[in-house]
């Protein structure tokens, strides 16, 4: 799981089956569009996610563990269906989605790793509920849980929120960039088949020759060798990025030319 994130997340595991459950009980389901809130919890305890899910088991009669996603260390597990109605926050569970980090914060700060997780959580719920508004448990109900700033998980998941938005933007600009610059070899490679085509190849000659100077060679061979020789480097060469900027200076001669 990426998402443009500038650190990487290992694959989410859905473990919602392997853990203890109630022997006659199981979660209701509420509509998609009745989701509303992200509910951010801590478990105020570093047992074991089994562990917990026997605690709200025996505790509260529940039918097993009340969120639907864990930081449970350095990964982030799926434990509920996202559109399981849970009981992790009186008062707010009709509309809200549960995730937890598996540890005590009234006793320790988080680490960056179950930072990095639970931002990831965040991001990928908002992936699908775009506008979903992200909450402390301590918000919604009479409790000190999640025993952290909410705040500041708020401002860096919409900093990190903006950094994905750029980052897409770039690589659609890069992709559409690239794509121009693959057009002019692509059209390149045409020409040269055309010149070794004697019913073309006067007419080809002539258009290979109107870039000999910006290719800095002088015969239809040469010029389509080194046009074909930057588009292989520009499809993931050890000089990628000029070989990208010097097709796009070829490409603007084609376009003057009329040759794109």
């Not at 569970?93 to 990095?116: A, C, F, P, W, Y």
């Not at 073309?200 to 002539?206: F, H, Q, Y």
């Not at 993931?236 to 990208?244: H, R, T």
Request: hydrophobic share 40%.
């Amino acid at each position: 799981m990426k998402f443009g994130l500038p650190y990487d997340v290992p694959p989410i595991e859905d473990i919602t089956d392997q853990l203890p459950k109630h022997p006659t009980k199981t979660w209701g389901r509420r509509k998609f569009d009745e989701v509303e809130n992200l509910i951010v919890h801590h478990m105020a305890s570093e047992a074991p996610l089994a562990n917990q899910a026997k605690y709200h088991i025996t505790a509260h009669d529940w039918p097993g563990i009340a969120y639907s996603l864990c930081v449970d260390g350095n990964r982030l597990v799926q434990t509920n269906d996202l559109l399981a109605y849970t009981t992790h926050a009186r008062g707010a569970n009709h509309n809200s989605i549960g995730i937890s980090i598996r540890g005590d914060l009234s006793k320790r700060s988080m680490t960056t790793v179950e930072r990095q997780m639970l931002y990831a959580g965040i991001l990928l719920v908002k992936s699908i509920w775009p506008n979903i508004k992200i909450k402390a448990h301590n918000e919604v109900s009479a409790t000190s849980c999640p025993c952290t700033d909410i705040n500041l998980i708020r401002a860096e998941v919409a900093e990190l929120a903006l950094h994905i938005e750029e980052q897409q933007q770039y690589e659609q600009t890069l992709s559409a960039t690239r794509i121009q610059a693959y057009a002019a070899a692509e059209r390149v490679q045409a020409l040269y088949d055309h010149y070794n085509d004697p019913r073309w190849s006067v007419a080809a000659e002539i258009k290979l020759m109107w870039l000999a100077e910006i290719t800095g060679y002088n015969t239809p061979k040469d010029i389509a060798e080194r046009v074909l020789w930057l588009y292989q480097e520009a499809q993931g060469g050890k000089f990628q990025n000029e070989a990208v900027r010097k097709l796009l200076l070829i490409a603007d001669v084609m376009k003057q030319r009329g040759l794109l």
